[in-house]
């Protein structure tokens, strides 16, 4: 006969007929998690370096980090391709001893008719006008288009200088990731396109974040669980900091978990160097070439699409591929020969590499997302963490188990067997309930798959030297996801006779 539990009415009260006490029944796993972007702020911007803070709207992403910031930038980037997300930001200081990368766009003697009409350029694919009259002079025009590229906010600041024409461009961070800004001067429809004008590539950008700079940061996170980070590095140190954190967020002591996702702009052959010399699962880099776009708004459109369907368990969501969906905010090459080959991303997905693809219209979406882990400690090649989604349910499926585990087995006596069905008393037996009733639930919700196998191997035993702990062996098989649809077609002129009988 079972007998119930009482936390505030004493089995010994006499006094009064009706006693109760009103207490939670637990209910089922359910979280709202939060995407954390990583990156540089300006000056004007007021939120304190390396320390987290969440951005509620587009507006405060500005006045926090300033407009025009890396990091207002992918907040914005997130907003507009996940709005429901909860967003927060860690704004990083500048690298240390960094250099600004710079550029120019110079504006060619003005023939003898003069020009007039828009001066269009884009600057990390963000299109910026200005107008010139046929009264415009080499001084007044570059004057007018540097006005309009300071006013646009994008990546750069302009300025003219001594030489007439010149529009001298500088990157608004200082750091290596300058020099990987597009600009570029369309040709048609344009006072100063063709020989009009004459570009400067971005360069001299110089230094990444110091390891001492990214632990004062991640230690500002504590304990705060952020399931999925965007952030623009993809150096060495960069990396090793930010798995350093996961390592830990995955430990036994913090049981906080998460997962990085970065971009980077390089050749094929670069980006399979990358993707070949990382061997982890906490991260994803997603690889492209030619875009006008950074790859901070790649690592942001990305991480807020992942942080949305592969943190929902209902209905098999989190099971899901990303494949097809559109990355909003991000541009494709402009030279076609720059995009990936089929043959390009076979390699770059046995490197550790994402991929993506382009539409006829022009829309990037992404492909598949992996991470870059292949080999386990052993030596040995293991595939186990290939996809991004077997991250996001392994914490989906731990911090569930976890919860039904608080809620049936929080406060109990153990016992090698109930036999009186005691609710203040729990057994191996019952905790092995437990945990077969969750993980048909986790079936249910498309997250694992054959709970009647799962029900064999499962084991809870008493540990043998504290009497207080219980063993539990936990094998869960996830659902995968369909990547390959593998098709023999065999055309006919007729099928054989003996097919039809």
Known sequence: ???????????????GLFHVEVRSGGTPYQDRPRTLYIAQKLASGSATLSVPVLV?????????????????????????????NEFW????????????????IAIA???????????????????????????DTQ??????????INAALVEVSAATNANAGEVELTARHPGALGNDIDIYVPASGNAIGGTQSVVTAMSGGAATPALAQWTTALAALGDDEFDTWGQPWTDTVSLDAIKAEFDERWHDNQQIYGHMITAKKATVGALSSLGSARN???????????????????????AAIAGFHLTDAGNGEI????????????????????LFTKSNKETLLYDGISTYDVMRDGT??????????????????????????????????????????????GRQGLASTDRYDLEAITSPAEAKATLIAEYSRLERAGVVENSGLFAQLVQVDRNETDADMLDVYLPFDVVNQLHVFRTAAVLFRQFPQQAAA
């Open 139 to 148: 001084i007044t025009a570059a004057t007018a288009l540097a006005a309009a």
């Open 364 to 409: 990037v979406q992404i492909d598949r997302v992996i991470t870059t882990y292949s080999q386990a400690p052993t030596g040995a090649i293991d595939w186990t963490w290939l996809n991004i989604n077997q991250v996001y349910q392994a914490m989906y499926v731990v911090r569930s188990i976890r919860n039904a585990v608080l809620t049936a087995h």
């Open 109 to 135: 003697a003005i023939p003898g008719g003069g020009i007039s009409g828009p001066m269009i350029v884009e600057i990390g694919g963000v299109q910026v006008v200005a107008a010139v009259t046929k009264a």
């Open 89 to 104: 930001a860690l704004p990083m200081p500048d690298p240390t001893g960094a250099d600004a990368a710079t550029g120019m």
């Open 319 to 338: 099971s899901r591929p990303l494949r097809t969906l559109a990355l909003k905010g991000v541009k494709p090459a402009r030279d076609r020969l720059k």
């Open 1 to 15: 006969m079972a007998t119930t539990t009482f936390d505030q009415i004493s089995s010994t009260t006499r006094s």
């Open 280 to 302: 982890n699962s906490h991260e994803s880099i997603i690889g492209f070439d030619g875009s006008p776009t950074g790859c901070q708004i790649w690592a942001a459109a990305v």
């Open 56 to 84: 509620p709207s587009e507006i405060a992403a500005d006045a926090y980090f300033g407009a025009g910031s890396d990091l207002a930038r992918m907040c914005r980037t997130g907003m507009m391709n996940r709005p429901t």
